[in-house]
C-alpha cells in the first residue's frame, strides 16, 4: 500500500465525520428488508427504494462525504502541505487519493444495493446494481475530489449538483439526464440485468462514454489544479 | 550548497500588494526574514517553497523555478507557520511517512536521525494529537528536515515555544548552518533574529527595507530619534534643564507633561534621573512612546 493510500485510510477513518457514512446504507438495507418481509409487490418498492433511495441518495451522498474528505479536509486543515512539500509528480497523489475513495464509497454503498436488489428480484439485479454502483462511484468521487481543488466550498457544490441538477432539473428537464452520473448508473444496471424496475432516457453506449469521460476528465483536472495548488497566507 | 533567487518578485490579491518587487539571493548559512505582521513575511515564504505563483518576478532554487516543480522538494524543506499536523498519527509515523514519501534508502533509519535532530525520542510514539504547541512544531521541523534538505524555509519557528526549546531550536538552525545549509527563517521578534542570525532581510509593507549584517541593521535601529513621555512635580523646569542636554533633541510641553525627542536612547535614559535629582524635581512618569517594532521598522523605511 502506498504511503499515501495509507495516510488517506487513516485520515478518512479516523475523522468522525466517516460515522455519517453509516446511517444511509442501513436506511436502504432496513427498507428493503421491511418490505420483502411484509410481502410488498417489489414493483411497488423496487423504485423508491432501489432507484428514489439507493441511486439517487445513498450513492452520491456517500461519494460526496468520502470525495470531498479525501483531499478537501486536508487543504481545509492545511495537513495537504506535508504531503505537497514531496518531490512526488502529482497524479501520483490524486490516484491513490481516488482510489481510497471510489473504493470506500464503492464498497459502502454496493453491499446495501446488492442485499436489496436481490430482495427485490434476483441475485442477476444485486450484482448488477452494486457493478454499476462501483462505476458510480468512481465517477462521483472523481468528481467531487477534483471539486474540492477548484472551490473552497465541494460539499456545498456538491450538493446542488446532487438535489437540484440530478434530483430536482432531471424530473422535469429530460436534456439534462445526459449529464447525471445517477442516470449512467441505472442505464449501466438495467443493462446488466434488465428488469421492469429500473427506468431511463439515456441509452447505454452514452452511460458508458459519459461515465468514463466523467472519470477521466475529472481525475485529470485535479491533478492540474493540485499543480498549481496554492497556500494563501495568513495575512492576506 | 544551494541559492535561492529571487527576482523582481511582486505578488498581489487584486487590489492589494502583499509583496513589491524584492529581490534577493540567499546562500548557505542562516538567514532573518525580519518585519512586522502583515509585512508579506508568509507571502514570500510560499513564493519561494513553490506554494505560490508570483504575480511578476521569478523565484529559482539553482536557476529551477520552484512554482509548479514538485522537483526541488528533493533540496527544499518547509516549516510552514500553520501548526496543521495529521494529530491521529504519532511523532515517528508522521516522520516516517515524510522519509517514505521521498522515496529515501532506509526511511526508517533517516525517520530516527530527523527525530533525534529536534529531540523527540522519548515522545515520538504517542499521537501527535497530545503535543503541545512547540513539541508539534519540532515534529514538524523533523518532518521537513528528514531528507536532510540544502535549503529550510521556517515560517515563524519560534512560536509556541518555551525558551528552553527555542533555545534547543536557534542551536539546531545554527548547526544547518554552519553545515552549509541555507536556512531561512521568519520573525516579527528582533530578538530571536539577533540571537539566530547574522544577516537579515527586513520587509516592511511588502518591500525590502533593509538587508545585511544584523548589527549594522541593529545601529540604524537603535540610533533613531527616540519618543519618552514623561510627567514631573515641574514639567517646564525639567523642559529648560533638558534642552541643554547634548543626547536631547526636542522638548514639547503641553497639559498631559514632556514629549521629549532623544537621539541617543542611553545617553538619555541616564541624564534623566541625574538631572531630575540636581532640580529637586520628582519624575513621575517616563514612557518610551515609539517602541512597537512597526515604528522601529517605519524608521528604517524613512531612513
Known amino acids: 500500500m502506498s504511503t499515501i493510500t495509507w495516510i488517506t485510510a487513516r485520515g478518512l477513518f479516523?475523522?468522525?465525520?466517516?460515522?455519517?457514512?453509516?446511517?444511509?446504507?442501513?436506511?436502504?438495507?432496513?427498507?428493503?428488508?421491511?418490505?420483502?418481509?411484509?410481502?410488498?409487490?417489489?414493483?411497488?418498492?423496487?423504485?423508491?427504494?432501489?432507484?428514489?433511495?439507493?441511486?439517487?441518495?445513498?450513492?452520491?451522498?456517500?461519494?460526496?462525504?468520502?470525495?470531498?474528505?479525501?483531499?478537501?479536509?486536508?487543504?481545509?486543515?492545511?495537513?495537504?502541505?506535508?504531503i505537497l512539500t514531496k518531490p512526488l509528480p502529482r497524479w501520483q497523489i490524486v490516484l491513490p487519493k481516488l482510489g481510497v475513495a471510489a473504493g470506500v464509497a464503492a464498497a459502502t454503498v454496493a453491499v446495501p444495493l446488492y442485499v436489496a436488489g436481490v430482495l427485490a428480484d434476483s441475485v442477476r439485479l444485486g450484482l448488477a446494481l452494486a457493478g454499476a454502483a462501483a462505476l458510480g462511484a468512481l465517477a462521483y468521487s472523481a468528481l467531487f475530489l477534483a471539486l474540492s481543488l477548484v472551490t473552497r466550498r465541494p460539499v456545498l457544490l456538491g450538493l446542488v449538483y446532487v438535489l437540484i441538477w440530478e434530483g430536482l432539473l432531471g424530473n422535469f428537464v429530460s436534456g439534462t439526464k445526459v449529464l447525471s452520473i445517477q442516470q449512467y448508473v441505472i442505464a449501466l444496471a438495467d443493462r446488466i440485468a434488465p428488469t421492469g424496475l429500473l427506468e431511463t432516457s439515456v441509452s447505454v453506449p452514452v452511460a458508458s462514454v459519459m461515465t468514463a469521460l466523467v472519470s477521466v476528465g475529472f481525475t485529470v483536472l485535479a491533478i492540474d489544479r493540485l499543480r498549481s495548488f496554492s497556500v494563501a497566507g495568513e495575512t492576506s | 550548497m544551494s541559492t535561492l533567487s529571487l527576482t523582481g518578485v511582486s505578488r498581489w490579491y487584486g487590489n492589494v500588494v502583499a509583496v513589491n518587487d524584492i529581490s534577493m539571493a540567499l546562500g548557505p548559512g542562516v538567514t532573518g526574514l525580519l518585519g512586522p505582521n502583515g509585512a508579506g513575511k508568509t507571502t514570500l515564504l510560499h513564493m519561494m517553497a513553490g506554494f505560490l505563483s508570483p504575480s511578476r518576478g521569478t523565484v529559482t532554487l539553482d536557476d529551477e523555478p520552484t512554482w509548479r516543480n514538485p522537483d526541488v522538494y528533493r533540496r527544499l524543506g518547509l516549516v510552514s507557520e500553520r501548526e496543521a499536523v495529521q494529530g491521529f498519527l504519532t511523532a515517528y509515523e508522521f516522520v516516517l511517512a515524510s522519509a517514505k514519501l521521498h522515496r529515501l534508502a532506509d526511511p526508517a533509519a533517516a525517520a530516527r536521525r530527523a527525530i533525534d535532530l529536534v529531540e523527540l525520542e522519548s515522545a515520538q510514539d504517542r499521537r501527535i494529537g497530545t503535543y503541545s504547541k512547540g513539541m508539534r512544531q519540532r515534529a514538524r521541523v523533523a518532518a521537513a528536515l528528514v531528507h536532510d534538505p540544502q535549503v529550510l524555509l521556517l515560517d515563524e519557528p519560534f512560536n509556541g515555544m518555551d525558551p528552553r526549546q527555542r533555545l534547543h531550536m536557534m542551536q539546531l538552525l545554527h548547526t544547518l548552518g554552519d553545515a552549509g545549509r541555507t536556512i531561512l527563517f521568519s520573525s516579527h521578534i528582533l530578538e530571536e533574529v539577533e540571537q539566530v542570525s547574522g544577516t537579515v532581510q527586513v520587509m516592511v509593507a511588502g518591500r525590502l527595507a533593509a538587508s545585511g549584517d544584523f548589527r549594522t541593521i541593529r545601529r540604524l535601529m537603535t540610533n533613531r530619534p527616540h519618543v519618552f513621555a514623561v510627567r514631573s512635580t515641574d514639567d517646564r523646569a525639567l523642559a529648560v534643564a533638558l534642552i541643554a542636554e547634548p543626547s536631547v533633541s526636542g522638548v514639547e510641553l503641553d497639559r498631559t507633561g514632556l514629549t521629549v525627542r532623544a537621539g541617543d536612547y542611553g545617553a538619555f535614559t541616564r541624564a534623566l534621573p541625574r538631572i531630575a535629582l540636581d532640580r529637586g524635581i520628582r519624575v513621575r512618569q517616563l514612557v518610551p512612546s515609539d517602541e512597537s517594532l512597526e515604528s522601529v521598522f517605519s524608521y528604517l523605511v524613512e531612513a
Open chain 1, 14 to 82: 479516523g475523522r468522525r465525520r466517516f460515522l455519517l457514512l453509516l446511517p444511509l446504507p442501513l436506511v436502504l438495507l432496513g427498507l428493503a428488508v421491511l418490505c420483502r418481509s411484509l410481502g410488498v409487490d417489489p414493483g411497488q418498492w423496487g423504485p423508491p427504494v432501489l432507484v428514489g433511495l439507493g441511486l439517487a441518495v445513498v450513492l452520491p451522498v456517500v461519494a460526496l462525504i468520502v470525495g470531498t474528505g479525501v483531499l478537501g479536509a486536508e487543504i481545509d486543515d492545511g495537513t495537504v502541505v506535508h
